[in-house]
């Protein structure tokens, strides 16, 4: 049996997420999770998250409250969720790409949020996201209920345990596409247009400043239709660098038709981003027609 020691009373993404991690890097054992602030009990815990004032990973102490604890070189302090994904991150994804990757989009958000750091600012909606934080703090027990905090602490870190073993497996995933995606570039002859035999993310493409259009098969599980998507100008921006033309906004199959001159024309999206049609050759001829 291996026991994790954390801290008792309220939980945050911080500590619940840390423990997940150690769960699913320990997944062949028996894992007990001891949530405490007795120093006796800390001090025999097999590993230690966000208590005990200690970082040692040699003995597998990962606290960050104790005077002179690391900070990242972008400024965001770092919490016991991104001590212990420095030690175990890499491993659980396979990848120190991968591990990279969530420690930009998952960890150092959590951390930011667990020392205080503000991430945004509101822009003129004056709406704020709802976010992680929201998500984890929806499993404290309600006010005057007399819920265990203890119980529910382990109902947070169950949940974040699936979600954070999706999101390698996602991760994981992308960087396979990437791959693919990277190969295609450097194979096509028109840049300006990647053909695959497979879905892919236009968004992925991002990257190639010269790449306008993606083509590749709609959702092979339900249809045989073809896509056409185009690319974004950057990743913050919704807008794209090319447009399928406005006289096809938001019309299907024979509206759609008659408008573009392809029989088999299924879907244009209103913004005019995306086109799909039964086959890849007049989903090719409709990209081709939009590239610059």
Known sequence: MTTIVTHSGSFHPD???AVAALRLALKEQDVNVI??????VIAVGEWVVDVGGVLDPATQRFDHH???????ENGIPYAAFGLVW???GTELCGSP????KLDEQLVQPIDAGDNGVNLYSLNDYGVKPFELYQVVHSFTPPWGSGGSKDEAFMQAVEWAQGFLARYIEQHRAYQAMDELLHKTYDASSDKRILV?????????????????VVVCPDDPETNSNWTA?????????FESRVY????WAGLRTEDLAEASGFPDAVFCHTARFVFVAGSKSSTLQAAEQVVG
Do not use: C, L, N, W
């Open 15 to 17: 500590d619940v997420f």
């Open 35 to 40: 949530r405490t602030r007795d120093e006796s």
């Open 66 to 72: 104790q005077p002179g604890a690391p900070v990242r």
């Open 86 to 88: 420095q030690h175990i």
């Open 97 to 100: 790409a991968v591990a990279e």
């Open 196 to 212: 695959f035999d497979v879905p892919i993310s236009a968004v992925a493409a991002v990257q190639y400043p010269d790449v306008q």
């Open 229 to 237: 998507t185009t690319v974004r100008k950057h990743m913050d921006t």
């Open 244 to 247: 399928f033309p406005e006289t």
